[in-house]
């Protein structure tokens, strides 16, 4: 490799990877963030994984990369995409985009979880109905009008992203 090129020199400093800019590997910062985010310690997400602490310490330094065949159940057992994981996930604005779903991922601090992958229109009449009969207490604070006016709008993308003080995590991502 051509040591040169700063953008993949990768030095250790303090127990992090971090490449010649400083910058920590975004896959070992995004995991370090969405695990806490998730309120899961390096010992419980490895023993949803089926993997050991260290590893997953591994991949929060950045000193190993998990087989790709993992990603699925990271992603799944701190409630988000692949993307996510990557950082590649973002609101993006679209003048003319039709909204075509909504994700919508509860993870509640009792152990339950729900990720509803619905139509936009299906999702707009459940929302609505879903927060007048008892939602998740995470999901009365949100302005659901005001997710389905942005994405008749064009936006896209995360725009709810709540971890509440009771430990339940909700998601609602436009697409």
């Not at 339950?112 to 207490?137: C, I, M, Q, T």
Request: hydrophobic content about 40%; proline content about 3%.
């Amino acid at each position: 490799m051509d040591s040169s090129n700063n953008s993949f020199v990768v030095k250790e400093q303090n127990n992090i990877v971090k490449k010649e800019d400083g910058k920590m590997d975004s896959f070992a910062r995004n995991l370090v963030e969405l695990r806490k985010k998730a309120g899961l310690t390096q010992e419980e997400l490895a023993s949803k994984l089926g993997l050991s602490a260290q590893s997953i310490s591994k991949y929060e330094t950045g000193a190993a990369n998990p087989d790709i065949s993992y990603l699925p159940g990271i992603a799944d057992a701190l409630g988000v995409t692949i993307d996510r994981l990557f950082g590649r996930e973002t609101v993006g604005y679209e003048e003319g985009r039709k909204p075509k779903k909504i994700l919508v991922r509860v993870n509640s601090e009792d152990g339950d979880k729900v990720n509803l992958n619905l139509p936009y229109r299906a999702a707009k009449f459940l929302l609505k109905a879903g927060l007048k009969f008892g939602a998740n207490d995470a999901m009365k604070n949100i302005d659901v009008d005001a997710i389905f006016k942005a994405a008749e709008q064009g936006c896209f993308g995360p725009i709810v992203d709540i971890n509440s003080s009771d430990g339940d995590i909700v998601q609602i991502i436009i697409e």
